[in-house]
């Protein structure tokens, strides 16, 4: 009887801690208002006069905030002088300087927030002055992002709907309304071709053409509220939050710091930025399409090991490509192919963690991992051959087989035959 009573006693303190919480949001922003209530959405709908970006999937619309709960204004009234007095509040399309503070009146507010998505962060705003759009905003130019440029006005939908200017796959995009403008680009000194460069990228590729939302966009790189281009220290930071394993070996190099007093970029150095291109062996080395020469020249010690991680790497591929071959011959004669699988795949592995430790300028360390990968793709060779080999014993002994049943049958034949001429004699 008592726990059932704790029970009950929890359960409407719960209930009344929620309902208190959303009184308090509701104090902390006394424009909230629903669009039912509202006679600004009911008169502009029946006049056909909503904003040309209206759409009733806005999240706001959805959460029951409506004009009024921005633009201020007594929704109750449905006299236009009344609804729309600054003397009530209204503040009617705010200036494109006070955009980021006119959403932060809610999105800054933890009060109000806690009510919709208790996990959202409210620093947005606070975020958004420390970008390069922020402080240009900040400094007075009327050209740079805020809010509604990235987000729309009054279609605002979730980042996870495909229809939102901000879903992943429509990112690159909803940047390139702006950074694709080569007019307005000129003004700061900036490209406008990021969006082509980053269309025939390998993330561009896996994001745009194979739909992989896991490839990074404009914003996984530069960020969002706070958006900012990399800076030296921290660009194969950047590169690192998804290639992890390249940004420490890289870091722990004499290199890395190297880097830095030049004023390198890191990973961008050799790899470039919006235009990333898939990674080759050859990028290695000392051939036409290295990056290594762009530095190191013949008689240096970088040239030298550059030579030794491309012969390496070379080495396995070559390997790893012959018995790969062997491997598919087999499974083509339908012989046992399943232990030579797993060691191609060990072969592999050892290929793909030698192209990584490209990134530790070490040719013993990636020469190590080569020669592993050799002796494993070797052996795996070595089985196929057998498994070949066993293929072509067993048809030639069924070959064998075959002519010695064949000569019993014309033997047996040909005594049959004598026997039915003895009988009919």
Same mark, same amino acid.
């Given at each position: 009887?008592?726990?059932?009573?704790?029970?009950?006693?929890?359960?409407? /303190?719960?209930?009344?801690?929620?309902?208190?919480?959303?009184?308090?949001?509701?104090?902390?922003?006394? *424009?909230?208002?629903?669009?039912?209530?509202?006679?600004?959405?009911?008169?502009?709908?029946?006049?056909?006069?909503? &904003?040309?970006?209206?759409?009733?999937?806005?999240?706001?619309?959805?959460?029951? #905030?409506?004009?009024?709960?921005?633009?201020?204004?007594? &929704?109750?009234?449905?006299?236009?002088?009344?609804?729309?007095?600054?003397?009530?509040?209204?503040?009617?399309?705010?200036?494109?300087?006070?955009?980021?503070?006119?959403?932060?009146?809610?999105?800054?507010?933890?009060?109000?927030?806690?009510?919709?998505?208790?996990?959202?962060?409210?620093?947005?705003?606070?975020?958004?002055?420390?970008?390069?759009?922020?402080?240009?905003?900040?400094?007075?130019?009327?050209?740079?992002?805020?809010?509604?440029?990235?987000?729309?006005?009054?279609?605002?939908?979730?980042?996870?709907? &495909?229809?939102?200017?901000?879903?992943?796959?429509?990112?690159?995009?909803?940047?390139?309304?702006?950074?694709?403008?080569?007019?307005?680009?000129?003004?700061?000194?900036?490209?406008?071709?990021?969006?082509?460069?980053?269309?025939?990228?390998?993330?561009?590729?896996?994001?745009?053409?194979?739909?992989?939302?896991?490839?990074?966009?404009?914003?996984?790189?530069?960020?969002?509220?706070?958006?900012?281009?990399?800076?030296?220290?921290?660009?194969?930071?950047?590169?690192? *939050?998804?290639?992890?394993?390249?940004?420490?070996? +890289?870091?722990?190099?004499?290199?890395?710091?190297?880097?830095? %007093?030049?004023?390198?970029?890191?990973?961008?150095?050799?790899?470039?930025?919006?235009?990333?291109?898939? &990674?080759?062996?050859?990028? #290695?080395?000392?051939?036409?399409?290295?990056?290594?020469?762009?530095?190191?020249?013949?008689?240096?010690?970088?040239?030298?090991?550059? %030579?030794? /991680?491309?012969?390496?790497?070379?080495?396995?591929?070559?390997?790893?490509?012959?018995?790969?071959?062997?491997?598919?011959?087999?499974?083509?004669?339908?012989?046992?192919?399943?232990?030579?699988?797993?060691?191609?795949?060990?072969?592999?592995?050892?290929?793909?963690?030698?192209?990584?430790?490209?990134?530790?300028?070490?040719?013993?360390?990636?020469?190590?991992? *080569?020669?592993?990968?050799?002796? #494993?793709?070797?052996?795996?060779?070595?089985?196929?051959?057998?498994?070949?080999?066993?293929?072509?014993?067993?048809?030639?002994? +069924?070959?064998?087989?075959?002519?010695? +049943?064949?000569?019993?049958? #014309?033997?047996?034949? +040909?005594?049959?035959?004598?026997?039915?001429?003895?009988?009919?004699?």
């Amino acid at each position: 009887m008592r726990t059932r009573f704790f029970h009950v006693l929890i359960y409407f /303190i719960t209930i009344s801690f929620l309902f208190g919480v959303n009184v308090s949001a509701q104090k902390e922003n006394k *424009t909230i208002q629903s669009p039912k209530e509202d006679h600004c959405y009911s008169c502009h709908k029946e006049n056909d006069n909503l &904003p040309k970006d209206f759409s009733e999937n806005d999240i706001h619309h959805h959460a029951n #905030i409506s004009c009024s709960s921005c633009h201020g204004g007594d &929704p109750t009234s449905g006299d236009q002088e009344i609804a729309m007095s600054p003397s009530k509040g209204f503040v009617g399309a705010p200036k494109h300087k006070d955009i980021p503070k006119f959403c932060g009146k809610c999105h800054s507010n933890i009060n109000i927030m806690r009510v919709f998505q208790p996990r959202i962060a409210t620093d947005q705003v606070e975020q958004y002055y420390t970008s390069i759009h922020g402080k240009k905003l900040l400094a007075g130019d009327g050209n740079v992002a805020e809010c509604a440029s990235c987000h729309s006005a009054h279609a605002i939908l979730p980042a996870k709907d &495909p229809r939102s200017t901000v879903y992943a796959l429509n990112v690159p995009g909803t940047c390139n309304k702006c950074h694709g403008n080569s007019e307005l680009m000129k003004k700061y000194n900036l490209p406008s071709n990021q969006l082509e460069e980053y269309s025939k990228s390998v993330h561009g590729v896996a994001l745009l053409k194979m739909k992989d939302l896991g490839a990074p966009a404009c914003n996984d790189c530069h960020g969002n509220h706070g958006a900012m281009p990399p800076g030296v220290t921290s660009i194969s930071h950047v590169c690192g *939050t998804c290639h992890v394993s390249n940004m420490e070996y +890289f870091n722990s190099t004499g290199m890395a710091k190297a880097f830095e %007093e030049q004023d390198f970029h890191g990973c961008e150095q050799c790899h470039g930025n919006h235009a990333v291109l898939k &990674p080759t062996d050859e990028m #290695i080395g000392v051939g036409k399409d290295s990056k290594c020469v762009d530095c190191h020249s013949s008689g240096d010690e970088g040239y030298a090991v550059a %030579e030794k /991680i491309y012969s390496s790497l070379t080495n396995l591929k070559n390997q790893f490509s012959l018995a790969d071959a062997k491997y598919l011959e087999v499974k083509k004669k339908g012989m046992n192919d399943v232990e030579i699988g797993f060691l191609l795949q060990d072969a592999k592995q050892a290929l793909i963690q030698s192209r990584t430790l490209i990134h530790t300028f070490d040719s013993t360390k990636v020469g190590a991992k *080569t020669k592993d990968g050799i002796e #494993i793709s070797n052996k795996a060779a070595l089985l196929a051959q057998k498994e070949i080999d066993e293929y072509y014993t067993r048809r030639n002994g +069924f070959a064998v087989a075959t002519l010695v +049943f064949l000569l019993v049958v #014309i033997v047996l034949y +040909f005594k049959i035959k004598d026997k039915e001429k003895k009988a009919n004699k």
